[in-house]
């Protein structure tokens, strides 16, 4: 029998259908010592590595599902995933293994579970509205932002096109997205540099930036996501609206920040299709 899962972890509250399984961490339930207390998901943040191991078989068991941990770079590479996709091993000796180097994962299988891992960049799940596809896409700045235009988001889409292409099925179900927490914009002090990036190819984005003076802005990140879902024709989208609630930088008791603590653990989301 699956354990229950931790009161304290978030449940997306958008429309999936039953078949679509997602939740999204936050401290509670692990192991890790401080400042990686507790459920620290991160193997590359300095975590004693048998804390991490420990902390991703209790993420395995609660969830029922096998999830697959990225490398991630901060890049816009998608990565497909199949029922016998290797996942991360959960032992001590291989738990700092490298494994696939991408920012985003979707899936036909049932059981594989699309994992991200964050401590303040945004987190983005998608599901087909027929729940023959899903996927997870990790959306910090520059993997939203992207070059030419083109973000982790926009690879995301057009990878489900692609399947598309093979299931004829998925050509006519819409995408639907959710938002998971991430800075708020109260907290996401960027330069000129950052909002540069993203105005170059979208004068509309210039809105979600505030200025603060001396080159300095606040970024609204999850508006940011929320433009570039819309261009793409996803027009329902959930979760993160930029308020308090969702700020990762102030929550310390529940979520982990590398931009307010700087040695910080990770967090994870994980959506997958179920039998």
Not at 29 to 46: E, F, T
Request: with cysteine.
């Amino acid at each position: 029998m699956t354990p229950p899962l931790p009161l304290d972890w978030l449940i997306p509250d958008w429309p999936a259908p039953a078949c679509v399984r997602a939740v999204c961490t936050t401290r509670a339930g692990g192991v890790s010592a401080p400042p990686y207390d507790r459920l620290n998901l991160g193997n590359h943040v300095g975590d004693d590595p048998a804390h991490v191991a420990a902390n991703r078989a209790i993420f395995q068991r609660a969830m029922g599902a096998r999830p697959v941990f990225l490398n991630q770079v901060h890049g816009t590479a998608v990565l497909q995933l199949n029922a016998d996709t290797d996942a991360s091993k959960l032992t001590t000796a291989a738990i700092q293994a490298s494994p696939a180097v991408a920012d985003a994962a979707l899936t036909r299988a049932t059981g594989v579970a699309c994992t991200i891992m964050v401590a303040d960049c945004l987190p983005v799940l998608f599901t087909t509205l027929d729940g023959r596809c899903v996927a997870a896409a990790h959306a910090g700045w520059r993997g939203l932002v992207g070059q030419g235009g083109i973000g982790v988001l926009e690879e995301t889409y057009k990878a489900f096109r692609a399947l598309a292409l093979i299931d004829k099925a998925l050509a006519d179900t819409k995408i639907i997205a959710w938002l998971g927490p991430c800075i708020g914009p109260q907290a996401f002090e960027v330069g000129d540099g950052v909002r540069a990036a993203f105005v170059e190819h979208d004068a509309q984005a210039a809105q979600w930036f505030v200025p603060q003076g001396g080159g300095k802005w606040m970024a609204n990140l999850p508006a940011l996501a929320c433009q570039r879902l819309a261009k793409l024709g996803i027009q329902q989208i959930f979760g993160n609206d930029g308020s308090a609630l969702w700020c990762t930088a102030s929550q310390p008791l529940r979520f982990f920040s590398h931009r307010r603590d700087r040695i910080s653990g990770r967090f994870a989301v994980s959506i997958w299709r179920s039998d």
